[in-house]
């Protein structure tokens, strides 16, 4: 029994914890407060204001300021854990054999999009590939001139055909202008529809 309560008693002092040092530190805030807010306050504030308005005016800065400080430390807190963590998260998911080559797939798309190389797929095209009469969903990737362009005389455009349901794997040809199918669909939209293996398919525009 006396080890129940012992065991009880703990418990009770470890739920208690949080709550204690949380008062502890805002009464510690709020007496720094008064003495760094309140005298300079009365100070500045007119000597014919009433007393009680001066008490109460203070006393709501004070809280003001400490709503604030404990916020921006709270902000700050969130921030530092969040980069811990997705990086702790990070080296977790490189160190799984399957989901590591997974991971650093969709790592590279999301960096092609949001990261430095930004802008690696200008545009949504269909090209005849990988052969006559058969369409296939590509990104133009540069459109500037190329050493294969020199050496067969030919303005080609440098695309890259997904494999779904991965968009970071695929195939990378030289097409000429002439062969590019132009659309209307967004980058976005073409990798959606990679992804769902053409379930996602955008509405059709005119």
Known sequence: MFKNFRVHFVSGLLALAPLFFTILVI???LRLTDALVVNPLFRILPFHMDASF???FTKLAIGVVVVIFVTLIGFGVDKLFAKQFA???EMVLK???????VY???RE???AFFGDKKGVFKRVIFVEYPRKGVYSLGF???DKRWEVGRVTGKELFTVFVPSPPNPATGYFIFVPKEEIIE????VEEGLKLVISGGAAVPPLRV
């Not at 160190?95 to 080559?101: A, T």
């Open 27 to 29: 009464s510690y805030l």
């Open 54 to 56: 001066k008490i109460f």
């Open 87 to 89: 990086a702790g998260l």
């Open 95 to 101: 160190s799984i054999p399957v989901i590591n080559k």
């Open 104 to 106: 650093g797939s969709i």
């Open 109 to 111: 798309i999301a960096q």
């Open 140 to 142: 133009i990737t540069q």
């Open 183 to 186: 659309t209307l669909l967004s």
